[in-house]
Structures are given as C-alpha cells and as structure tokens.
C-alpha cells in the first residue's frame, strides 16, 4: 500500500489535484471540502472511516490497472455494501439528475429539424435510466440485505433453515448479466450520439451530455468490479461455509 501514488499520509487535497475524478469517491465516504492541509490518514481517523479500505478504493478508481480485489476480500461485507449503497445514491441522486438537466439544456436550445432525433435521444436515456435505476433498487431490495444476512449467520453461528433454503435458490451470478447488459445500453447511447446524430444548433451541450456519459460508464465500471469480483465472491465463500457448517 505505501508504494502506491495515494497513501496514508498524503494530503486528501494534493490527491484531488492528482486527479479531481476522485471527488465523488470522496464525498461517498461522507467527506466533504474544506479539509485544509489534512492527510488521509488524519481526516479518516476524524471520520471514523477504514484507512486501508478508503485507500484500497481510491487506488483501484484512479489506477485501472490496480484492482486488490483479493485485499478488498479480507473487509467485511458490511463495509463493502455501504460504499455500494452509498454509489447508488450517487448515482440516482446526483449523476442522473446532472444528466437529465443537461439533456433538457440541449433540448431546450435545438431547432425543429432535429425534433425526430431528439425523440429518439431522449428515449433510449429514459430507457437506460429507468433500468439502471430498476437495477440499483433490486440490489438494494434483495441483493444487499442478503449478504447482511450471510455475514450475521457467519459471525453469530446461528442458521435457519430459511437462510439455507435463500442460498439454495439465490443466483448471485445473475447479476453479471444485469452489469454486462446495462453497460451495452449505455455503449449504444453514446453511439448513437458519436455516429448517428446530425448537426445540431448547440453542438456544446451535446459534447458536455456525452462527455458527463463517458465519465458516468467510468464510474459504473469501477462499481462493476467491486461487485463481480470483491462482492460476489464473498458472498459464495460464506455460503459455502455456512452449508458446511449445517450439515
């Protein structure tokens, strides 16, 4: 962990200036600016917030190519589905909201010859939001207090018989193919706007839409990750153990 560029006893601010990406990972751990001249380390400790986890997860989303999924395995489950949770609210009450405005600022300020274009736009990005959204709330409906229930039956070595007849017939892998789909939709939105869009009046505001999409599947991928292969994994070893432990 010291090797790498974001450490314990960097300034939080100097990170930001390394890369200002991480300002929404930031603020998901509920730290907000005006931090002065403190490390990591100290506004953490403050906050009350996991150093190795906050490191662990800052790295993996400014270096791609870094990705401790087996380290992020030794945290709890609890620790990792709050930061899920807490990219979701993100997600729903921030980013999509940021791209709705956008988009009505471009429709706003298009001329009539576009009209049929527009349509076709603003329908595939209703179409994508709803199911993202539809995708995040079933996690956090059945997906999420699932592995709560897992790590309690873990710690506590109490197991009902409910519990086993949950892990019996919950398909966790199901959510792959939930991720991979919607990262799809995604890539054919800002398809259709790089190749099949003609000219339009406001050509800047269709740029900062497709630039804040890039940025929004950056995000998602990142998450992705997280789930495909520090939270799904987990989850399959504690049912593993909790089976073994039953018989």
């Known amino acids: 962990m010291k090797h790498l560029p974001i450490y314990a006893n960097m300034k939080l601010a100097d990170a930001i200036h390394l890369n200002y990406l991480l300002l929404p990972i930031i603020g998901r751990f509920g730290i907000e600016l005006g931090f002065g001249n403190k490390t990591i380390k100290e506004i953490c400790d403050e906050k009350e917030i996991n150093l190795s986890f906050f490191l662990e997860i800052v790295n993996s989303y400014h270096n791609k190519?870094?990705?401790?999924?087996?380290?992020?395995?030794?945290?709890?489950?609890?620790?990792?589905?709050?930061?899920l949770i807490s990219t979701?609210?993100?997600?729903?009450?921030?980013?999509?909201?940021?791209?709705?405005?956008?988009?009505?600022?471009?429709?706003?300020?298009?001329?009539?010859?576009?009209?049929?274009?527009?349509t076709l736009i603003t329908n595939f990005f209703e179409e994508y939001k709803n199911e993202l959204i539809n995708h995040l709330k079933q996690e956090e409906r059945t997906l999420f207090p699932y592995t709560f229930e897992l790590e309690e039956a873990n710690n506590t070595k109490i197991v009902s018989p409910?519990?086993?007849?949950?892990?019996?017939?919950?398909?966790?892998?199901?959510?792959h193919s939930d991720h991979h789909d919607l990262e799809e939709k995604l890539f054919d939105l800002k398809n259709l706007i790089i190749k099949f869009l003609p000219p339009v009046k406001r050509?800047?505001?269709?740029?900062?839409?497709?630039?804040?999409?890039?940025?929004l599947e950056e995000d998602l991928e990142d998450h992705s990750r997280i789930e495909e292969q520090v939270l799904v994994p987990k989850i399959i070893q504690l049912e593993k153990i909790i089976i073994a432990q039953s018989v």
């Open 162 to 175: 409910a519990l086993i007849n949950k892990i019996n017939n919950t398909l966790v892998e199901k959510e």
């Open 65 to 83: 190519d870094y990705f401790a999924s087996e380290e992020l395995q030794n945290y709890s489950l609890t620790l990792v589905v709050r930061y």
């Open 203 to 215: 050509k800047d505001i269709l740029e900062k839409l497709l630039i804040e999409l890039f940025r």
């Open 88 to 118: 979701h609210h993100y997600y729903i009450d921030v980013k999509i909201p940021e791209l709705e405005e956008i988009l009505n600022h471009f429709l706003e300020n298009s001329s009539n010859e576009n009209k049929s274009n527009n």
